[in-house]
């Protein structure tokens, strides 16, 4: 009895000092601010956790310490390891103006509604996928457009931008000048002799010179560059300044880029002053520039492998041009208003050599034409076709067939690009996508039979007709499609199950009639069940149009089979969608997160393939 007496007050003690230890962290904290959870060093962090460890249970018998100590827990927590760039997604999305949230964030007085508590619990799911990739530490991504104020934005990504590591800058101005030039000085100026990658867009010249002004020996680093410039509506007179010393004093072209996209005010510039020995990416597509002034430029870049450029059709014919001296030229982009191809084929281009060529906003082509240019292009890989209108093939010759043995990959874009489909011969094509309200069955299922069955990601977003059992037979080794206005009829949802039709698919995206829903659960129940090596189980599915209680049937029935499979075979059958966990848990902490990402938003975010393997759903409802 007398021992325990005298150990009471060493309690008290002991508690007293790892309290005030945790009080003495706690006040580097400002719970009003998003940059307080960075302001602990990696030490601090260490020191914390192994006190709250070692912190005596008489700490958490009353509701004030306990209080305490989970708002020690929660800024204690290891949020240094997520990466900047989640915080600022979680930041832009809940500030919007267009769509302000009804709950404060973050709340600044409420201990009980603390900010770091739903932000963990986002973060949570995040952070696997984040930590993988490289992208997210060293990106920095800055949008006045927003319309936040300059010293919102500079206090929350002040603390966040690494040091010493390559950056990849994007920035995007407002509308005030002055807002521009603050946070160039204080986010971009600074890292700038780290920054790989720097896209402008939105500022005026007057910015892109003060940018440069410090001098090619610190921008070494500098590969990419992307550069949409205003003219400065008061300050012409900088403007004209600065125009004429990026073009006198060669500045540009003493960088080392590799890859420039110029566009706007910036397009009055000569475009030889912008393009160098190093330059190996040139992407015209935001200028408007003649074929003359391109020549000139393009004789400067030998190294060059990816040429976009933007071509308007002139009634007076340009001379051809030459480009032989590319012997690098990997990909050719020509968007705009095209010459007819006819003239086009006349210039000097080392076609045998391309393996990616775009065709984009064209108004105006020949189908013989088009095949006599692909038949040029023997080596491609991939194909983009946008076309709005396209000749009558019926009131011309038989234009002949373009084989191109090496295409994986063709996007097509319109009625009339699918049109194109019939005059191709494309054996080992693997990904087929098209843009069109209306797409002809007849010349794709033509195209399918012809590539041997191997085509593995099919995606046809706006339309579709004429589908049947005879059409999805033919993607027996498809392992993504995506066809929201595909119906998956009884027919299709019974050759799934028996594994005849879509045997090897992994993720989908249909549309499923209610009156053929029962059959579509029996099919997804007997695929999750079967454990036949022959049929793969579908990670991901999304259906189009489905009612609240198809929602409760689809996922009730699949998720309590998952999860049997699980417990029995130890796997990891793929549950719920990442967006409806991450929303689950936003809403169990009452914060709103305004406009939530869109699907594609998300993808591009995360990337698709880490996504999948990483957050594991199995039916995704949309």
């Known amino acids: 009895m007398q021992r325990y007496i005298e150990s009471r007050p060493k309690t008290k003690d002991k508690n007293s000092s790892v309290e005030a230890e945790l009080n003495e962290l706690i006040k580097k904290l400002d719970d009003s601010r998003l940059v307080a959870l960075n302001v602990l060093s990696d030490a601090e962090l260490t020191q914390g956790r192994s006190l709250l460890s070692h912190a005596p249970k008489s700490l958490w018998r009353s509701d004030e310490s306990k209080a305490r100590l989970n708002k020690w827990h929660a800024a204690l927590a290891m949020h240094k390891l997520v990466p900047f760039e989640i915080w600022r997604i979680i930041f832009l999305f809940s500030i919007d103006p267009s769509n302000p949230p009804t709950v404060r964030y973050p709340p600044s007085t409420d201990p009980a509604k603390s900010w770091p508590w739903p932000l963990r619990s986002v973060c949570q799911v995040w952070r696997a996928v984040a930590l993988r990739e490289d992208i997210f530490r060293h990106t920095l991504e800055i949008d006045l457009q927003r319309g936040r104020p300059a010293s919102?934005?500079?206090?929350?990504?002040?603390?966040?931008?690494?040091?010493?590591?390559?950056?990849?800058?994007?920035?995007?101005g407002g509308n005030s000048n002055h807002d521009n030039l603050r946070v160039l000085n204080d986010l971009i100026v600074p890292y700038l002799p780290h920054a790989?990658?720097?896209?402008?867009?939105?500022?005026?010249?007057?910015?892109?010179?003060?940018?440069?002004?410090?001098?090619?020996?610190?921008?070494?680093?500098?590969?990419?560059?992307?550069?949409?410039?205003?003219?400065?509506?008061?300050?012409?007179?900088?403007?004209?300044?600065?125009?004429?010393?990026?073009g006198t004093?060669?500045?540009?072209?003493?960088?080392?880029?590799?890859?420039?996209?110029?566009?706007?005010?910036?397009?009055?510039?000569?475009?030889?002053?912008?393009?160098?020995?190093?330059?190996?990416?040139?992407?015209?597509?935001?200028?408007?520039?003649?074929?003359?002034?391109?020549?000139?430029?393009?004789?400067?870049?030998?190294?060059?492998?990816?040429?976009?450029?933007?071509?308007?059709?002139?009634?007076?014919?340009?001379?051809?041009i030459s480009c032989m001296h590319l012997r690098q030229l990997q990909r050719l982009g020509l968007v705009g208003n095209l010459p007819p191809l006819a003239h086009l084929l006349t210039f000097s281009i080392p076609w045998d050599r391309v393996l990616v060529l775009d065709l984009g906003d064209t108004t105006n082509i020949r189908y013989h034409n088009l095949i006599a240019l692909l038949q040029r292009c023997p080596r491609l890989t991939r194909l983009d076709v946008m076309v709005s209108y396209v000749d009558n093939a019926t009131s011309l010759p038989n234009p002949g067939t373009a084989s191109l043995p090496h295409l994986t990959s063709l996007y097509l874009d319109s009625q009339f690009g699918c049109s194109v489909l019939q005059y191709l011969h494309v054996p080992k094509l693997q990904r087929l996508d098209?843009?069109?309200?209306?797409?002809?069955?007849?010349?794709?299922?033509?195209?399918?039979?012809?590539?041997?069955?191997?085509?593995?990601?099919?995606?046809?977003?706006?339309g579709f007709s004429d589908a049947n059992v005879d059409f999805v037979a033919h993607l027996r080794e498809t392992r993504t499609c995506t066809t929201p206005l595909l119906e998956l009829t009884r027919e299709v949802i019974q050759g799934m199950k028996t594994g005849v039709l879509f045997p090897r698919i992994i993720s989908l995206a249909c549309f499923v009639a209610g009156d053929d829903l029962k059959d579509f659960v029996d099919m997804l129940?007997?695929?999750?069940?079967?454990?036949?090596?022959?049929q793969?189980?579908?990670?991901?599915?999304?259906?189009?149009?489905?009612?609240?209680?198809?929602?409760?049937?689809?996922?009730?029935?699949?998720?309590?089979?998952?999860?049997?499979?699980?417990?029995?075979?130890?796997?990891?059958?793929?549950?719920?969608?990442?967006?409806?966990?991450?929303?689950?848990?936003?809403?169990?902490?009452?914060?709103?997160?305004?406009?939530w990402p869109d699907d594609r938003r998300l993808g591009k975010i995360l990337k698709d393939e880490i996504f999948e393997a990483t957050v594991h759903p199995f039916v995704y409802i949309g």
Request: glycine share 4%; hydrophobic share 45%.
């Open 525 to 534: 129940h007997y695929r999750v069940m079967r454990r036949d090596r022959r």
């Open 434 to 462: 098209i843009t069109a309200n209306y797409v002809p069955f007849g010349p794709m299922q033509l195209l399918m039979a012809q590539s041997r069955c191997k085509l593995q990601v099919f995606q046809c977003r706006n």
């Open 196 to 246: 790989r990658e720097l896209h402008l867009e939105h500022i005026h010249l007057s910015a892109v010179y003060l940018l440069f002004r410090m001098g090619p020996g610190r921008l070494s680093l500098l590969k990419v560059l992307t550069l949409w410039c205003l003219p400065a509506p008061h300050a012409v007179d900088i403007s004209r300044d600065a125009y004429n010393s990026l």
């Open 536 to 595: 793969h189980a579908l990670g991901t599915l999304r259906l189009v149009h489905v009612s609240s209680d198809a929602k409760k049937l689809l996922t009730g029935k699949c998720v309590k089979e998952a999860e049997a499979l699980n417990r029995e075979h130890g796997t990891l059958i793929r549950v719920v969608g990442m967006v409806d966990r991450v929303k689950e848990n936003v809403s169990k902490q009452n914060l709103l997160l305004p406009p």
């Open 249 to 320: 004093s060669d500045l540009l072209r003493k960088l080392p880029l590799r890859a420039i996209k110029p566009g706007g005010f910036l397009g009055t510039l000569p475009l030889h002053y912008m393009c160098s020995r190093h330059t190996t990416h040139l992407n015209l597509s935001c200028l408007e520039v003649s074929l003359q002034e391109i020549a000139v430029a393009l004789q400067q870049c030998p190294l060059l492998i990816t040429l976009i450029t933007r071509v308007n059709f002139n009634p007076i014919m340009p001379p051809p």
């Open 152 to 172: 919102d934005i500079i206090s929350f990504f002040k603390p966040l931008i690494p040091t010493r590591v390559p950056l990849a800058i994007f920035f995007r």
